[in-house]
T-cell receptor, first 111, second 111 residues
Framework: NAGVTQTPKFQVLKTGQSMTLQCAQD?????MYWYRQDPGMGLRLIYY???????DKGEVPNGYNVSRLNKREFSLRLESAAPSQTSVYFC??????????FGDGTRLSIL | EDQVTQSPEALRLQEGESSSLNCSYT??????LFWYRQDPGKGPEFLFT???AGEEKEKERLKATLTKKESFLHITAPKPEDSATYLC????????????FGKGTLLTVNP
């Protein structure tokens, strides 16, 4: 009964390094999402996948790429990390006409 | 431009002191409004969905209401364990898969 699982929970990177954030859900949901949450900014959508095999840009996609590996897994990649990408990243999933369920986040610091 | 505003940004209550949080919006069309609770270091946890003006939902000490321009989350006789950040997210017409979030209200309930 894990729901949405994100790994890692914490990460520190140097500017220019690359990294992939992993997300997996065990609820058989069709849609998956990546958000970032910054103080004073709220949750902002980076990318989403309406269904397996599709991905679309959200509000703040620059500097990120995503892969919907299968129905369960949706990864977020930073190719060349920048300090402005220091944030808490949340993955979410949902079924049709249902609310989104969130993971507990990855706290990422870029020095 | 679609806008979602939550007020107040922060609210401090004494245990048992009832109050309300507000989520106001200026959007072209609303498909649904979602309330979430977020504890420190955790992901948002779903509370309620409201779809049409006049609708109300209740859960323990919380009641959510919806008008054409805003939603209220009423907290009756709060307890310290109700302390959290409360987020509202809107599903807009034409954005079937995405939510647009407000910045949240940080509620602190003192014993």
């Amino acid at each position: 009964n894990a729901g949405v699982t994100q790994t890692p929970k914490f990460q520190v990177l140097k500017t220019g390094q690359s990294m992939t954030l992993q997300c997996a859900q065990d609820m058989n949901h069709n849609s998956m999402y990546w958000y970032r949450q910054d103080p004073g900014m709220g949750l902002r959508l980076i990318y989403y996948s309406a269904s397996e095999g599709t991905t679309d840009k959200g509000e703040v996609p620059n500097g990120y790429n995503v892969s919907r590996l299968n129905k369960r897994e949706f990864s977020l990649r930073l190719e060349s990390a920048a300090p402005s990408q220091t944030s808490v990243y949340f993955c979410a999933s949902r079924d049709t006409d249902q609310p989104q369920h969130f993971g507990d986040g990855t706290r990422l610091s870029i020095l | 431009e679609d806008q979602v505003t939550q007020s107040p940004e922060a609210l401090r209550l004494q245990e048992g002191e009832s109050s309300s949080l507000n989520c106001s919006y200026t959007v072209s069309g609303l498909r649904g409004l979602f309330w979430y609770r977020q504890d420190p270091g955790k992901g948002p946890e779903f509370l309620f969905t409201l779809y049409s003006a006049g609708e109300e939902k209740e859960k323990e000490r919380l009641k959510a209401t919806l008008t054409k321009k805003e939603s209220f989350l009423h907290i009756t006789a709060p307890k310290p364990e109700d302390s959290a950040t409360y987020l509202c997210g809107l599903r807009l017409v034409g954005s079937n898969y995405k939510l647009t979030f407000g910045k949240g209200t940080l509620l602190t309930v003192n014993p």
